[in-house]
């Protein structure tokens, strides 16, 4: 899986961006390790499924990671997740996971 992102300023945390482009970084340390695993997946855009098969967890399990992480950073959306996921190095061009 290849992941190409066209992005303004915006989309980075400019002007205007919302929650991820205010993002506290020491928010990071009230997540737990697996959050951070399940965020930085989600943001390489892995399903649940695949999340799941890699960490040996339930899929039940993904998607209550996912939303506990998302409401600890105040994220709404997967694409703030891929906003945050970029100001934290998580994605690079080409990057397949």
Same mark, same amino acid.
């Given at each position: 899986m290849c992941i190409e992102l066209h992005l303004s300023d915006r989309d980075l945390g400019g002007e205007d961006a919302g929650p991820a482009g205010s %993002? =506290?970084? /020491?928010a990071l =340390?009230?997540?737990s390790h697996r959050?951070?695993? #399940?965020l930085r997946l989600t943001a390489l855009s892995w399903s649940r499924r695949d999340i799941a098969a890699r960490m040996h967890i339930d899929v039940k399990? #993904?998607?209550t990671?996912?939303?506990s992480a998302m409401a600890r950073l105040g %994220?709404?959306?997967r694409i703030? #997740?891929?906003r945050f996921g970029l100001t934290q190095g998580w994605l690079k061009?080409? =990057?397949? /996971?």
């Open positions: %993002f =506290d970084p /020491g =340390d009230y997540l959050e951070v695993e #399940v399990t #993904v998607a990671c996912q939303a %994220f709404r959306t703030e #997740v891929i061009a080409g =990057d397949k /996971g």
